[in-house]
């Protein structure tokens, strides 16, 4: 008997932390994130490359907005999806787009690389529920 | 000189008026483009996702006043309305003031025009006017 109250005790710890492991701003869970160009598995032969971002049903807004149902880019290169509870990283593999934009050209280094598109709210935190793009990979020859 | 003073005081007026309907300058490199359809798509059915593409410039949700952002406008079958107006808000020129960048869209059968148009926090064009080209679709 202890042990199954133990066990349920344990239960509603696991479901509470889950609740709190991602932000607080909410979104149209319908929304969906995409990275338009490149596509998953492209040969590129240039260094530049222009990545467009794709979203439905949902806004974008300049990071610091508040605004219902709306949110600014952050571009992940080379690394696993952030902690979706905390501002994401602001660093060379974490590509912040808080001036509202759609778009970018970044430059890569031969190889292969992977690309993946998360939302952030106005404070740079994931909604509730996250919202990130496929992962996609490429190589730049 | 009584009506040189008008004269001075209808032109402070306007001078202060000015400032108040001006538009947003947008930054230089500004660039709105149809990023789909591509000019002359044939589109059977006439139902397709328009994704807007924006470059050197962020997208803001209208009433947002921030330097270098917009929110994208659809013209439909017309021509560029005013610049120096909020654009109209009809079936033939859609707003996208929740910050939105690709929109469902449903056309009759015929030959369509689209073109894209950013509008400031209060609708208005900016300074230079941020506009794609304008394309023409087929739906048979």
């Given at each position: 008997?202890?042990?199954?109250?133990?066990?349920?005790a344990?239960?509603?710890?696991?479901?509470?932390?889950?609740?709190?492991?991602?932000?607080?701003?909410?979104?149209?869970?319908?929304?969906?994130?995409?990275?338009?160009?490149?596509?998953?598995?492209?040969?590129?032969?240039?260094?530049?490359?222009?990545?467009?971002?794709?979203?439905?049903?949902?806004?974008?807004?300049?990071?610091?907005?508040?605004?219902?149902?709306?949110?600014?880019?952050?571009?992940?290169?080379?690394?696993?999806?952030?902690?979706?509870?905390?501002?994401?990283?602001?660093?060379?593999?974490?590509?912040?787009?808080?001036?509202?934009?759609?778009?970018t050209?970044?430059?890569?280094?031969?190889?292969?690389?992977?690309?993946?598109l998360i939302?952030?709210?106005?404070?740079?935190?994931?909604?509730?529920?996250?919202?990130?793009?496929?992962?996609?990979?490429?190589?730049?020859? | 000189?009584t009506?040189?003073?008008?004269?001075?005081?209808?032109?402070?007026?306007?001078?202060?008026?000015?400032?108040?309907?001006?538009?947003?300058?947008?930054?230089?490199?500004?660039?709105?483009?149809?990023?789909?359809?591509?000019?002359?798509?044939?589109?059977?059915?006439?139902?397709?996702?328009?994704?807007?593409?924006?470059?050197n410039?962020?997208?803001?949700?209208?009433?947002?006043?921030?330097?270098?952002?917009?929110?994208?406008?659809?013209?439909?079958?017309?021509?560029?309305?005013?610049?120096?107006?909020?654009?109209?808000?009809?079936?033939?020129?859609?707003?996208?003031?929740?910050?939105?960048?690709?929109?469902?869209?449903?056309?009759?059968?015929?030959?369509?025009?689209?073109?894209?148009?950013?509008?400031?926090?209060?609708?208005?064009?900016?300074?230079?006017?941020?506009?794609?080209?304008?394309?023409?679709?087929?739906?048979?």
């Open positions: 008997m202890r042990l199954l109250i133990s066990a349920i344990l239960t509603l710890l696991v479901a509470g932390a889950a609740t709190v492991s991602a932000g607080t701003t909410k979104r149209d869970p319908a929304a969906e994130l995409y990275i338009g160009w490149p596509n998953n598995g492209e040969v590129i032969k240039k260094r530049t490359i222009r990545v467009w971002f794709g979203m439905r049903n949902m806004g974008v807004a300049p990071a610091g907005i508040d605004v219902e149902n709306t949110g600014h880019h952050h571009l992940i290169i080379d690394a696993e999806l952030p902690p979706f509870d905390e501002p994401i990283p602001n660093d060379e593999h974490h590509l912040h787009f808080g001036k509202g934009q759609t778009e050209v970044i430059e890569l280094a031969p190889g292969k690389h992977t690309l993946q939302m952030g709210d106005k404070d740079h935190v994931p909604h509730d529920p996250p919202l990130y793009s496929k992962k996609i990979t490429i190589t730049v020859k | 000189m009506m040189c003073i008008r004269a001075v005081v209808a032109a402070a007026i306007v001078a202060i008026a000015a400032p108040v309907l001006a538009a947003e300058p947008s930054p230089e490199g500004a660039k709105a483009y149809i990023i789909w359809p591509g000019d002359g798509t044939v589109i059977k059915g006439g139902k397709f996702w328009l994704r807007m593409g924006l470059v410039m962020g997208v803001a949700p209208a009433g947002v006043e921030k330097p270098e952002t917009g929110h994208h406008h659809l013209i439909i079958d017309a021509d560029l309305p005013p610049l120096d107006e909020p654009i109209p808000n009809d079936s033939n020129h859609l707003h996208f003031g929740k910050g939105q960048t690709e929109v469902r869209i449903e056309l009759p059968p015929g030959t369509h025009t689209l073109q894209m148009l950013l509008g400031d926090a209060n609708h208005i064009p900016h300074n230079p006017p941020v506009q794609s080209e304008k394309i023409t679709i087929v739906v048979p």
